[in-house]
C-alpha cells in the first residue's frame, strides 16, 4: 500500500525566516489533525524541508514536537511517521476526555447566566428541527452541535483546567477527523443532547456526569467501530 508523504501546504516564500520550527510544525500539525496526513504518513525530514524552502533543521525540531504530543512516531532508525492510533489510545482519550469535559461544563454552568440557558434552549430547538427533517444537509445539524457543545464550556475560567485540556482538544479533533461522524442525526444524540442541557441548566454535577459520560462513551464506541472497519487492513501493514 503506497504510503502518502507531505506536500506543501503552503508557498515557501510565506514562511518567515524566524522560528521556522515553529511555523513548519502548526502547518505538519494542522495537516495530522485536519486528517489530511493519514496514520503511517511518513515525515521525511529531506522531503519536507524541499517543499517548505528550509533547512532539515527546523523540520527535525518540529517532527520531535509532533512525537511529543503523540502526533508522530518512530518507524525505525531515522523514520518518522504520522502516528497510528492503537484501539487503547482512542479508548483512553475519549474516557479522559469524558473527566475533563465535565469538570469544564460543571465549572461553566456555575458562571452561567439566564441568558445562556436560553441560547442552549433555542439552540437545541433548531437541532431538534434540523433532526425531524427526512432530508437535508447535515453540515446545518453540525453546526449547531458545534454551537451547542460551545455555549456549554464557554463560561469556564479555570486557566489550569483549560491548559489540560489543550492537548486533549487536539487528540480529540485528529480521532475525530479520523474516525467520526460529524453532523450526523442520530435520535440518541438529540436525547443525550436534552440531557446535558437540562443538568447544565440546573448545576446538577451528578446529572451533567452521567450525560455527558453517556454521549462520550457513544462517541467513543462509534469512533473503535470505525478504527476497526477502516483501519486495521492499512495498520497491519505499518506494524
Given at each position: 500500500m503506497k504510503i502518502d508523504t507531505v506536500a506543501t501546504?503552503?508557498?515557501?516564500?510565506?514562511?518567515?525566516?524566524?522560528?521556522?520550527?515553529?511555523?513548519?510544525?502548526e502547518i505538519l500539525e494542522d495537516r495530522i489533525i485536519q486528517g489530511e496526513l493519514?496514520?503511517?504518513?511518513?515525515?521525511?525530514?529531506?522531503a519536507i524541508a524541499i517543499d517548505f524552502g528550509v533547512s532539515r533543521s527546523p523540520v527535525r525540531e518540529a517532527i520531535i514536537q509532533l512525537e511529543r504530543i503523540g502526533l508522530a512516531e518512530r518507524a525505525g532508525m531515522r523514520d518518522r511517521r504520522v502516528?497510528?492510533?492503537?484501539?487503547k489510545f482512542v479508548a483512553d482519550t475519549f474516557d479522559t476526555w469524558a473527566i475533563l469535559e465535565v469538570a469544564r461544563c460543571y465549572s461553566s454552568s456555575l458562571a452561567a447566566p439566564p441568558e445562556d440557558h436560553q441560547k442552549i434552549l433555542r439552540v437545541l430547538d433548531l437541532m431538534e428541527e434540523e433532526h425531524s427533517k427526512p432530508t437535508g444537509p447535515?453540515?446545518?445539524?453540525?453546526?449547531?452541535?458545534?454551537?451547542?457543545?460551545?455555549?456549554?464550556k464557554c463560561r469556564c475560567q479555570n486557566s489550569q483546567?483549560?491548559?489540560v485540556l489543550q492537548l486533549f482538544e487536539k487528540h480529540r479533533r485528529w480521532l475525530a477527523a479520523l474516525y467520526g461522524r460529524r453532523g450526523k442525526r442520530s435520535g440518541k444524540s438529540m436525547n443525550e443532547h436534552r440531557q446535558i442541557a437540562d443538568a447544565y441548566i440546573k448545576?446538577?454535577?451528578?446529572?451533567l456526569t452521567a450525560?455527558?459520560?453517556?454521549?462520550?462513551?457513544?462517541?467513543?464506541?462509534?469512533?473503535?467501530e470505525a478504527l476497526s472497519a477502516n483501519e486495521r487492513v492499512a495498520i497491519s501493514q505499518f506494524t
Open positions: 501546504a503552503r508557498p515557501a516564500d510565506r514562511l518567515l525566516r524566524s522560528n521556522l520550527a515553529q511555523q513548519v510544525y493519514r496514520p503511517g504518513a511518513h515525515l521525511a525530514e529531506e502516528a497510528i492510533p492503537s484501539v447535515l453540515s446545518r445539524y453540525g453546526e449547531l452541535s458545534l454551537q451547542f457543545h460551545e455555549l456549554l483546567l483549560l491548559a448545576k446538577d454535577l451528578i446529572g450525560s455527558i459520560q453517556r454521549h462520550t462513551n457513544r462517541h467513543r464506541d462509534l469512533a473503535l
